[in-house]
């Protein structure tokens, strides 16, 4: 009985990390069709900031839920704008440029702060359930996680924003015509994406090693998670982000957390090739 | 240009090409003859992508998925042996079998193209987790230890064929890797030639409208897959032989991004350029590695993305287009295409 309270809140904090770390991306690629394989860099700086203004003396709830996500969605402004503005409709060349991109962020960060840097104590302190103990952390995150899914959702769904974005989403040519500044709304859009993804950099640096190319170990992850998906934003990546936090968890329990991991790409690939429009192509037509 | 004037300064650049690779040893020390030889062996890595990116219009951001698994095979395989002749015949066979697999699930799901470069990444890094995490004794194949992160230390280097008493010298190794890369290079310009090559061309430039003209870009594709992946395993053995060590790193994601950069820069749809690009930017990197102040990523990341917004076409292509225009004289141009690794660009090497 413990064991399985245990197990089923490994299982949610698996599937709440991986929807925060996915949620940006999805924005992104699900609105612009824009393949950014500098994510898992911009989950990087996320948590870098949260390291650095922490260890500066700030506090820690700040600089995870200001810092970060207000530092990244500046960088991901200025990236837009210099560079990913070119790209639009340029497939191969948008995931060529950013994979440029992530190695640039890398070096920048590894030249200015070397290899290693100090992680962040994990706040909150832990519980215990029967023999077993667990930590609060685990139950913010997945907190966290419901909060995005809501406030996503909400901006979406219920302001002036989010109803020209999903136009944007939908046909940009028409939009355009309508009288909507595509350019404005895909820069938006992009340093919103960035910022998520820095809050979800953030929200993992206190649980995660902190290097420069920390990025690496997310960004497959993340892909394989919005491509499992499909194009809803909301519903394919939470749907995708809890059967493959499930699968993923489930795996470790049984052999290791290395076959897990397996077990979760695997598992994603057989997906895809069975659901090749994703999980939201299927099920949740049109939704968000 | 006539067809028999291209055809003899073709073979006039691969006669000094070969001329070249035969006399390099007696001009160089031995730092510099192990490094080129190293050059030479990323080359063929170059060529494999180069083959299917640019013919076959398929973006592996995983190649190094082959690299690594012929790079172990031919360490497995040689330990195993004591001789590194089959080792060799493994390291082809084993990633070609594994394309083979991988390719058949990918292509036969009509699996689009970012989906592809999604799936080969993925493919990648589960190597990478699943060798990586090896240690230990229960790990082994033959007497060949996995070594998990450290990896599998002296690793038996090429021989003589079939008298593994008699390894090659330094000298030796760089005939051999630097008459792989030439022998890769004219087997891949044969096999392009050929109709198989014409038609995987065609399957790169509308798959569609070859469809409908009776081939199945299916099994195309798969082909061009899986000699890409033979010819990366090639390129591990080779690598292999150079260090005499294998470890997990050869499967990571920067090894990838490397191979990547070469081509942009080199030029995608040409042979040539890949091996160029290959040849300058690991010279460049091996060049930053000398110094401390600042990464060689960031040198690696600028360099693509000014490439990709600025010449996307590529360094050879566009010199080419330069001489074209120079010795053109206003006669009309040929097909770009069909001139994709002609021997004035071999020059410019």
């Given at each position: 009985?413990?064991?399985?309270v245990?197990?089923?809140l490994?299982?949610?904090?698996g599937a ?5 770390l996915?949620l940006g991306?999805?924005i992104?690629f ?10 898992g860099e911009?989950?990087?700086l996320?948590a870098?900031a949260?390291v650095?203004?922490t260890?500066?003396g700030?506090n820690?709830?700040?600089?995870m839920?200001?810092v970060?996500p207000?530092f990244?969605?500046?960088v ?11 790209l639009?409709g340029?497939?191969?060349?948008s995931?060529l ?6 190695l640039?962020?890398?070096g920048?960060?590894?030249?200015l ?12 302190g832990?519980f215990e ?5 667990s930590?609060w ?6 907190a966290m996680?419901?909060?995005m ?6 901006v979406m769904r219920?302001?002036?924003f989010?109803?020209?974005a999903?136009?944007?989403?939908q046909?940009p040519?028409m939009?355009?015509?309508l009288?909507?500044?595509t ?5 938006a859009t992009?340093a919103?994406?960035a910022?998520?993804?820095g809050?979800a950099g ?5 649980v995660?090693g ?7 170990a997310?960004?497959a992850k993340?892909f394989?998670t919005?491509v499992?998906g499909?194009?809803a934003i909301?519903?394919?990546t939470?749907s ?5 936090g499930?699968?993923?968890q489930?795996?470790?329990?049984l052999t290791?957390?290395v076959?897990g991991e397996?077990i ?5 690939i057989?997906l895809?090739r069975?659901l ?6 299927r099920?949740f037509?049109g939704?968000? | 240009?006539?067809r ?20 390099l040893?007696s ?9 080129v030889t190293?050059?030479?062996?990323m080359g063929?890595l ?6 299917i990116?640019?013919?076959g219009g398929i ?9 690594g698994l012929?790079a172990?095979?031919y360490?497995?395989?040689?330990i ?8 060799i015949l493994?390291a ?6 594994f ?7 990918v ?16 493919v ?5 987790n699943?060798?990586?995490?090896t ?12 070594g998990?992160f450290?990896g599998?230390?002296?690793v038996?280097?090429f021989?003589?064929p079939?008298s ?8 030796a190794?760089w005939w051999?890797t630097?008459?792989a890369l ?11 030639a ?20 009776g ?16 010819v990366?395993?090639?390129?591990g ?12 790193t ?6 990838s991004a ?8 080199g ?5 040539l350029?890949p091996?160029?690009?290959?040849f300058l ?8 590695g000398?110094q401390q102040?600042f990464n060689?990523n960031l040198?690696?990341g600028v360099?693509?993305v000014?490439?990709v917004l600025l010449?996307?076409?590529g360094?050879?292509p566009?010199i080419?287009?330069g001489?074209l225009?120079?010795?053109?004289l206003?006669?009309?141009?040929r097909?770009?295409k069909?001139?994709?690794s002609?021997p004035?660009?071999?020059g410019?090497?």
């Amino acid at each position: 009985m413990d064991l399985s309270v245990i197990l089923a809140l490994d299982v949610l904090n698996g599937a709440a990390s991986l929807f925060l770390l996915c949620l940006g991306l999805a924005i992104i690629f699900g609105m612009m069709k824009i393949i950014n394989l500098a994510h898992g860099e911009f989950v990087m700086l996320g948590a870098y900031a949260t390291v650095l203004s922490t260890n500066a003396g700030l506090n820690i709830w700040i600089a995870m839920l200001v810092v970060a996500p207000v530092f990244v969605g500046l960088v991901g402004l200025v990236i837009e704008r210099c560079l990913i503005r070119f790209l639009y409709g340029r497939l191969v060349d948008s995931m060529l440029a950013t994979w440029g991109l992530s190695l640039f962020l890398i070096g920048l960060v590894t030249t200015l702060f070397g290899n290693t840097i100090n992680g962040v104590p994990t706040p909150l302190g832990g519980f215990e359930i029967g023999a077993y103990r667990s930590s609060w952390y685990t139950i913010f995150l997945v907190a966290m996680a419901l909060a995005m899914m809501a406030l996503v959702y909400g901006v979406m769904r219920f302001t002036r924003f989010g109803l020209v974005a999903r136009a944007v989403m939908q046909n940009p040519g028409m939009a355009a015509t309508l009288g909507v500044n595509t350019a404005h709304i895909y820069m938006a859009t992009f340093a919103l994406g960035a910022a998520v993804t820095g809050l979800a950099g953030g929200l993992l640096a206190p649980v995660s090693g902190i290097t420069p190319v920390m990025g690496s170990a997310f960004v497959a992850k993340s892909f394989i998670t919005v491509v499992g998906g499909g194009a809803a934003i909301i519903s394919g990546t939470a749907s995708a982000a809890g059967l493959f936090g499930l699968v993923n968890q489930m795996g470790a329990y049984l052999t290791t957390p290395v076959y897990g991991e397996v077990i979760l790409f695997l598992s994603a690939i057989l997906l895809i090739r069975l659901l090749p429009q994703g999980i939201s192509g299927r099920f949740f037509k049109g939704t968000l | 240009m006539t067809r028999q004037t291209s055809l003899a300064l073709q073979s006039l650049a691969l006669l000094a090409a070969i001329l070249l690779v035969v006399a390099l040893p007696s001009y160089m020390d031995l730092f510099t003859l192990m490094q080129v030889t190293l050059f030479a062996a990323m080359g063929v890595l170059s060529l494999s992508l180069a083959f299917i990116w640019g013919f076959g219009g398929i973006l592996s951001f995983g190649q190094t998925a082959f690299f690594g698994l012929g790079a172990y095979a031919y360490a497995i395989a040689a330990i195993n042996f004591g001789d590194s002749t089959n080792a060799i015949l493994l390291a082809v066979l084993v990633p070609g079998l594994f394309a083979a697999a991988l390719g058949y699930f990918v292509f036969y799901g009509r699996i689009s193209e970012v989906y592809l470069g999604v799936i080969t990444l993925t493919v990648t890094l589960i190597l990478f987790n699943v060798v990586n995490s090896t240690a230990g004794d229960s790990y082994t194949i033959g007497t060949a230890r996995l070594g998990g992160f450290n990896g599998i230390p002296a690793v038996p280097t090429f021989n003589m064929p079939y008298s593994p008493s008699d390894i090659l010298s330094p000298e030796a190794s760089w005939w051999v890797t630097a008459g792989a890369l030439i022998g890769v290079y004219l087997l891949l310009r044969l096999l392009l030639a050929s109709s198989f090559g014409r038609v995987a061309v065609a399957v790169r430039e509308n798959e569609t409208r070859a469809a409908l003209l009776g081939y199945d870009p299916r099994i195309i594709k798969l082909g061009v897959f899986v000699v890409g992946g033979a010819v990366a395993g090639l390129a591990g053995a080779l690598y292999v032989n150079w260090g005499a060590f294998v470890g997990p790193t050869i499967f990571s994601l920067s090894i990838s991004a490397e191979i990547i950069i070469w081509i942009t820069i080199g030029g995608l749809g040409t042979l040539l350029g890949p091996i160029v690009g290959c040849f300058l930017i690991q010279y460049l990197v091996s060049q930053i590695g000398s110094q401390q102040a600042f990464n060689a990523n960031l040198v690696l990341g600028v360099i693509l993305v000014a490439f990709v917004l600025l010449l996307p076409q590529g360094i050879v292509p566009t010199i080419r287009d330069g001489l074209l225009r120079l010795a053109r004289l206003g006669r009309p141009r040929r097909d770009a295409k069909s001139l994709a690794s002609e021997p004035h660009a071999a020059g410019a090497k």
